[in-house]
């Protein structure tokens, strides 16, 4: 998104937020030295290489190679839009963000409105279940009734109705000035191109509102009220501006809401579940929207909990979603997680479970939940004669493929490899040198990579002076304030200088920058930043870390380097003034500086 703030409320913004304890809010961090390290939430590893500075207010994995200030974390780490990144900082800063917002992109004012119009039509939606409950005899009391959903529930969850007819929403959003495009946009009604007609997607069905992590209506799930009825049991909103359904999950709003320190989540499959068993004490449910689960999802569950819980039926439909769930998991399982899986009897879902054992009842399943591990290996097990030589052979080619998904460095992998050896009764040897061979393989491209950006730590490229002098000023900005020369031929900078003096634009740009603002720390000073190439640049020397960590030696080479560069830069533009005297002559400037650089020199 290309949007802008004052740029001054973003300087105070990242000079109030403690880029320390904001990770560590969401990923352990230990201290080690002047940083703070932790396995990296980016991707999977063993051996810590995320590094927190908080003198530099800045973060980088030596691993994967992310890197950032407060923002860019929480933008990757929540997949948040800027803004919103913005918005979670400031009000945790106690800072209300500018009003004066200018976007450079009509992409935030169109996010705007669209929010806008879907909290419109959740309101309406909200009305008309109120209107059709005051009559008691209604198709819709009767069922809310049958389900015996309190007012409370309904007013946590913000369930509403949408009306028996074609055009209520279109006519509501058309009374708000939505144009045509952004009704469609909402994803809230349908347009017929052979009869050129717009109607409503929702029917006389019971709604339910999804919001994301901040509680803004981004998509609807709609459910039928008569089982009798042919259409099918839910439809969810399409895909939209707002709505990405392989992301989200139903009810997750709600349960951060309603739960502090959530111990584990329970996937299930439907709202109503998610919603009848909030009621009966069970706040910790959410609900896939129609997809299979997803990388993201799991992630995103990762990050709020240690336990996640599948439960699905236990027909055919219900062990291919829970070997999916199980197959999306393996490749992103990390130590300290578990994921465990429940299947219901025939006929039933957790609504019609936690009815009948009630909260005691319905957790003591879920106590009794199967591990990963175990509905891996004896599903595989079903699919062959375990008690022959060549079946258990045959188990252990089918696990084989799927061991070799999970993280080679993780203790889940040496578990794993353990208990199928001691299922199939062969040495664990031997069954490491039949997995390892392909997982080895098959991760070799991985390994090598970290092992470039290992190497890369350990061989430090040598820099030149003026690469030097640019990271000891981005360790140390009080530095630039060493640059006192009252001539400021400092700040003067000439082409002819950039093929000795590599990076010297750069380095005077930032000497300009850091004497203009000495506050400016490196994380605000990454975040102004303008030129990709060279933002790049600046990441990859503020995190590379110092041969000389003594302040004071630092200081002296500096002022070393500092006069080295003076020289260079005077020389070489004597040099140039020289040949345009001999070829063309000197202007009454050219002149001037002539004189003064040679009396200087």
Known sequence: MASHIDRTFIDTLLARTDIVELINSRVTLKKKGNNYLACCPFHGEKTPSFNVSASKQFYHCF???VNGNAINFLREYEHLEFIDAVEELAERAGLEVPKTIINQQQNLAKKHSLFQLMEFANDFYQIKLDEQLKNQQSELSQYINQRGLSAEIIKTFAIGYSPNNWDSINTLLSQHKATQQDKL????????????????????????PIRDRRGKTIGFGGRIINSDDKQAKYINSPETPLFHKGGELYGL???????????????????????????????????????????QHIEKLFRLTKEIIFCFDGDRAGKDAAW???????????????????FLEQGEDPDSIIRKVHKSGFEARLENAMPLSEFLFSSLQEQVDFEHADGRSQFIDLAKGYLQKIPVNSSFYVL???KLAKMTGINLQEISKLIDQQQTANS??????????????????????????ISYLLNFPDLAKRVIYPDNYWFQYHASQANKLEGLQLFIRLLDLFQYDPTLTTARLISIWDNNSEKEQLQKLIIMPLLIQDKAAITQEFDEILKIILHTKRKIRIEQLQFIQNTQGLGQHESEEYKYLIHSH
């Open 324 to 342: 999916k769930a199980m197959s999306t998991t393996l490749p992103i399982i990390q130590p300290d997680k578990n994921i465990k899986f429940i």
């Open 444 to 469: 070799t491209q991985a390994v090598q990579q970290t092992n470039i950006q290992v190497r890369r730590v350990a061989k430090q490229p040598l820099l030149s002076p003026v690469f030097k002098a």
């Open 416 to 418: 794993m490899k353990d």
């Open 185 to 208: 946009d909402t994803g809230l009604v349908i347009h017929n191109e052979d009869k050129n007609k717009v109607y409503d997607r929702f029917r006389h069905r019971l709604m339910f």
């Open 63 to 65: 691993g994967c190679g």
């Open 253 to 295: 709003y709600e349960l951060n809401q309603s739960v502090r320190n959530i111990e584990k989540v329970l996937v299930v499959e439907g709202y109503m579940d998610v919603v009848s068993l909030a009621q009966h004490g069970v706040p910790y449910a959410v609900a896939t929207l129609g997809t299979a689960t997803s990388e």
